[in-house]
């Protein structure tokens, strides 16, 4: 039976594919659907009844407001309208913006600083010199990423976002699964919320085609295994362990062929994975104690049972860690060859083009025992804090939480339906999208892995002893975290 799957799959690829998903123009959510494990999406209604906590009234006469971006579009996009290629989401970005400004009485100045990885010592340095000047001239908002952010942090750059006025960290818009995992002490000094679309831009998820699914699970909905709480590892591997074909006759397993899964070894099939299944360097106590977990018998589980599924699964294709081995995975799927690919969700942007009709899920969880689904974003996306030097730290409070609310309001819907998802308005994409955006986390090992280093391999799966592997580095590991931690309890 499974063969034959296999072979009915495999025929029905080598037709011309005519779209045949819903195709009902309904840019309205959901309503929140809640499943055994703590599954719900945000739903539309929430999104524009949503109030905001500030008070009316605020003005701030006409002050300046020096925000710092980094010099890539494809970043500052989600501040600056003129890095916006999209008409709609720039039209509603630059409303958005002049929104604040005419509410608070303040004019905005970007300041834009080198934005890649190579040249963050730059960043960081530029960020340094800004202390010694003066008045207006002083940086008051800092969207940056977090491996530029947690120098400058432990430097004293920043102010603990707990005593900034006007910041509601505990409404929907910003990030609540990060702040509580990354605050320590009673301190944090950098968050993300909704304001952040780089932060969506960036996060690892599973695409899947819809007709190749269809075809070889024709008696089950991929959304309602995702709702109910069911979509684990073990239920993937279910899905794509016997799907492959030799196309090319070449008895190799390569790009040419078909697949169930394929995942590109960079980032996107390592790093995402990691945080689906809720594997993690520390753990947060009840009474806010910050502890080492990184090898717990969870974890080499985990690294065990994952190793089988690239390795020992003939539906599973892992391809190389570089942009060329990317853009296979990619036109594999783009081409029909594979049921899921691991990627960013920005790959969207790439697939709203194609006629071949898809959609977007989180990564499973490692087993049902997880209450919800974990996702993660790439370490690029921004992160947001506020210069402990600027004298106006009341209106760039005011300024980030009238910028996150009504990104949330007002412009997260829009980026959904007109910058990626030209076949994805329906209610079930909606409610996926919102899903992934509120399941968005982080780790406070993740997060200061500057500070901390990482103790587990790359690539996640590698085979070797994993427990012996994580045991040794229990000593290192206690040392940098609590040496880390007296760094933070130094901090103002």
Same mark, same amino acid.
């Given at each position: 039976?499974?063969?034959?799957?296999?072979?009915?799959?495999?025929?029905?690829?080598?037709?011309?594919?005519?779209?045949?998903?819903?195709?009902?123009?309904?840019?309205?959510?959901?309503?929140?659907?809640?499943?055994?494990?703590?599954?719900?999406?945000?739903?539309?209604?929430?999104?524009?009844?949503?109030?905001?906590?500030?008070? !009316?009234?605020?003005?701030?006469?006409?002050?300046?407001?020096?925000?710092?971006?980094?010099?890539?579009?494809?970043?500052?996009?989600?501040?600056?309208? &003129?890095?916006?290629?999209?008409?709609?989401?720039?039209?509603?970005?630059?409303?958005?913006?002049?929104?604040?400004?005419?509410?608070?009485?303040?004019?905005?100045?970007?300041?834009?600083?080198?934005?890649?990885?190579?040249?963050?010592?730059?960043?960081?340095?530029?960020?340094?010199?800004?202390?010694?000047?003066?008045?207006?001239?002083?940086?008051?908002?800092?969207?940056?990423?977090?491996?530029?952010?947690?120098?400058?942090?432990?430097?004293?750059?920043?102010?603990?976002?707990?005593?900034?006025?006007?910041?509601?960290?505990?409404?929907?818009?910003?990030?609540?699964?990060?702040?509580?995992?990354?605050?320590?002490?009673?301190?944090?000094?950098?968050? !993300?919320?909704?304001?952040?679309? /780089?932060?969506?831009?960036?996060?690892?998820?599973?695409?899947?085609?819809?007709?190749?699914?269809? @075809?070889?699970?024709?008696?089950?909905?991929?959304?309602?295994?995702?709702?109910?709480?069911?979509?684990?590892?073990?239920?993937?591997?279910?899905?794509?362990? &016997?799907?492959?074909?030799?196309?090319?006759?070449?008895?190799?397993? &390569?790009?040419?062929?078909?697949?169930?899964?394929?995942?590109?070894?960079?980032? /996107?099939?390592?790093?995402?994975?990691?945080?689906?299944?809720?594997?993690?360097?520390?753990?947060?106590?009840?009474?806010?104690?910050?502890?080492?977990?990184?090898?717990? !018998?969870?974890?080499?589980?985990?690294?065990?049972?994952?190793?089988?599924?690239?390795?020992?699964?003939?539906?599973?294709?892992?391809?190389?860690?570089?942009?060329?081995?990317?853009?296979?995975?990619?036109?594999?799927? $783009?081409?029909?060859?594979?049921?899921?690919?691991?990627?960013?969700?920005?790959?969207?942007?790439?697939?709203?083009?194609?006629?071949?009709?898809?959609?977007?899920?989180?990564?499973?969880?490692? &087993?049902?025992?997880?209450?919800?689904?974990?996702?993660?974003?790439?370490?690029?996306?921004?992160?947001?804090?506020?210069?402990?030097?600027?004298?106006?730290? *009341?209106?760039?409070?005011?300024?980030?939480?009238?910028?996150?609310?009504?990104?949330?309001?007002?412009?997260?819907? @829009?980026?959904?339906?007109?910058?990626?998802?030209?076949? $994805?308005?329906?209610? !079930?994409?909606?409610?996926?999208?919102?899903?992934?955006?509120?399941?968005?986390?982080?780790?406070?090992?993740?997060?200061?892995? /500057? *500070?901390?280093?990482?103790?587990?391999?790359?690539?996640?799966? *590698?085979?070797?002893?994993?427990?012996?592997?994580?045991? /040794?580095?229990?000593?290192?590991?206690?040392?940098?975290?609590?040496?880390?931690?007296?760094?933070?309890?130094?901090?103002?």
């Amino acid at each position: 039976m499974k063969k034959l799957i296999v072979l009915l799959l495999a025929i029905c690829l080598a037709i011309p594919m005519v779209s045949c998903g819903n195709k009902e123009e309904n840019g309205g959510g959901t309503t929140d659907t809640t499943g055994g494990n703590n599954v719900s999406g945000t739903g539309d209604d929430d999104r524009s009844n949503a109030v905001s906590s500030l008070p !009316e009234g605020l003005d701030f006469d006409n002050s300046s407001i020096n925000i710092v971006i980094r010099d890539r579009d494809d970043i500052a996009f989600e501040i600056d309208p &003129d890095a916006n290629t999209v008409d709609v989401l720039a039209t509603e970005i630059a409303r958005r913006n002049t929104s604040v400004q005419d509410t608070l009485n303040v004019a905005f100045q970007f300041q834009r600083l080198p934005g890649t990885f190579a040249q963050k010592d730059s960043f960081i340095s530029t960020i340094r010199n800004n202390r010694q000047l003066s008045g207006n001239d002083l940086y008051d908002l800092v969207m940056g990423p977090n491996y530029s952010l947690t120098p400058l942090m432990v430097e004293g750059y920043f102010a603990n976002l707990y005593n900034v006025p006007y910041l509601d960290l505990g409404a929907d818009w910003w990030n609540g699964n990060f702040n509580d995992e990354c605050s320590y002490a009673g301190k944090l000094y950098m968050t !993300e919320g909704e304001l952040m679309l /780089s932060m969506i831009d960036s996060a690892f998820v599973m695409f899947f085609d819809t007709a190749n699914f269809r @075809d070889l699970v024709p008696d089950q909905d991929i959304y309602d295994i995702v709702r109910s709480g069911d979509w684990t590892l073990d239920l993937l591997s279910s899905f794509v362990k &016997d799907v492959y074909v030799d196309n090319n006759g070449d008895s190799a397993k &390569d790009s040419g062929d078909l697949f169930g899964m394929v995942s590109p070894a960079f980032a /996107s099939g390592r790093d995402g994975f990691q945080t689906a299944f809720g594997v993690s360097v520390t753990t947060k106590e009840d009474d806010g104690r910050i502890t080492l977990n990184f090898n717990s !018998e969870r974890n080499v589980n985990i690294y065990d049972d994952f190793y089988t599924f690239l390795h020992d699964n003939e539906g599973v294709y892992v391809n190389g860690n570089n942009d060329a081995a990317r853009e296979d995975c990619r036109s594999m799927f $783009q081409n029909g060859r594979v049921i899921f690919i691991t990627e960013l969700l920005n790959y969207a942007g790439i697939l709203r083009g194609l006629e071949r009709e898809y959609g977007v899920i989180p990564l499973p969880k490692y &087993d049902s025992s997880q209450n919800s689904y974990s996702v993660a974003s790439e370490a690029v996306h921004s992160q947001l804090s506020v210069f402990a030097y600027s004298p106006r730290q *009341e209106a760039a409070g005011a300024v980030a939480e009238m910028l996150c609310f009504l990104t949330y309001r007002d412009v997260t819907l @829009d980026y959904y339906d007109t910058v990626k998802y030209r076949n $994805q308005k329906t209610p !079930e994409a909606v409610e996926m999208l919102d899903l992934i955006v509120s399941s968005i986390t982080s780790n406070f090992g993740a997060q200061f892995s /500057s *500070e901390m280093a990482t103790p587990f391999p790359t690539p996640i799966g *590698e085979k070797n002893n994993i427990s012996d592997q994580l045991s /040794s580095q229990q000593d290192r590991m206690q040392t940098l975290m609590d040496n880390f931690k007296r760094k933070i309890q130094a901090l103002p």
